[in-house]
Nanobody, 117 residues
Framework: EVQLQASGGGLVPAGGSLKLSCKVS????????IGWFRQAPGKEREGVSC??????TTNYGDSVKGRFTISRDKNAVYLQMNHLKPEDTGVYLC????????????WGQGTLVTVSS
């Protein structure tokens, strides 16, 4: 069974940093691409970053480029978030898809990030 568990959220002042973790089980990282998404109150879910299954190529949303870094090891995917802004506040979720295209089908529960101004 494919499972993802996000953690690492919290309250941080603007300009601070947090590192989120997405622990995965039930599949091998070699076969699945992983993405981070966020949802702020009253807003649609937004893609933050993703990492491809085969060569580890990474992609970032325009609003986080240069501030966030996605990485992975055998059992987890991480999102290092630096220079946080109040607009980064939201519930962060990780998701998996088989291969590197198509929809993300497996979702973990979210972890709340709150950036104070």
């Amino acid at each position: 069974e494919v499972q993802l568990q996000a953690s690492g959220g919290g309250l941080v002042p603007a300009g601070g940093s947090l590192k989120l973790s997405c622990k995965v089980s039930g599949f091998t990282m070699d076969d699945y691409g992983i993405g981070w998404f966020r949802q702020a109150p009253g807003k649609e879910r937004e893609g933050v970053s993703c990492i491809m299954r085969d060569d580890g190529t990474t992609n970032y949303g325009d609003s986080v480029k240069g501030r966030f870094t996605i990485s992975r090891d055998k059992n987890a995917v991480y999102l290092q978030m630096n220079h946080l802004k109040p607009e980064d506040t939201g519930v962060y979720l990780c998701a998996a898809r088989y291969g590197d295209g198509g929809r993300f089908e497996w979702w973990g529960q979210g972890t709340l990030v709150t950036v104070s101004s």
